[in-house]
């Protein structure tokens, strides 16, 4: 059983910077972060990254957030540059031994293809 938890998450203006971290049990599973904004009913991904190194990003980051992880501490992190009032939201940390990091970008239904969930982390941009 694979158990997340998430930290890290904070009130920021915009421009300004955040790392998300997500603690994890030891696995070789596929590892990623999505988000669910205010007033959404879908969630959506943000980040993926494979256990060969693979990482997959939306559109709406690409440039400004990075995965990456830290097998010696089971640690995943997100870094976030240059945020945006848009990126607020709740931000989960998922995990699931089949899938690609892709999928946490191309996925219609997260909470179906990802087996493990976090508690979730809130970022807040402010303008």
């Known amino acids: 059983q694979v158990q997340l938890v998430e930290s890290g998450g904070a009130s920021v203006e915009s421009g300004g910077s955040l790392t998300l971290s997500c603690t994890y049990t030891?696995?070789?599973?596929?590892m990623g972060w999505f988000r669910q904004a205010p007033g959404e009913d879908r969630e959506e991904g943000v980040a993926g990254l494979d256990s060969d190194g693979t990482t997959s990003y939306a559109d709406s980051v690409k440039g400004r957030f990075t995965i990456s992880q830290d097998n010696a501490k089971s640690t995943l992190y997100l870094q976030m540059n240059s945020l945006k009032p848009e990126d607020t939201a709740m931000y989960y940390c998922?995990?699931?031994?089949?899938?690609?990091?892709?999928?946490?970008?191309?996925?219609?239904?997260?909470?179906?293809?990802?087996?493990?969930w976090g508690q979730g982390t809130q970022v807040t941009v402010s303008s």
């Open positions: 998922a995990a699931d031994s089949l899938r690609r990091a892709a999928e946490f970008i191309l996925s219609t239904d997260l909470e179906a293809d990802f087996g493990y």
């Open positions: 030891p696995s070789r599973y596929c």
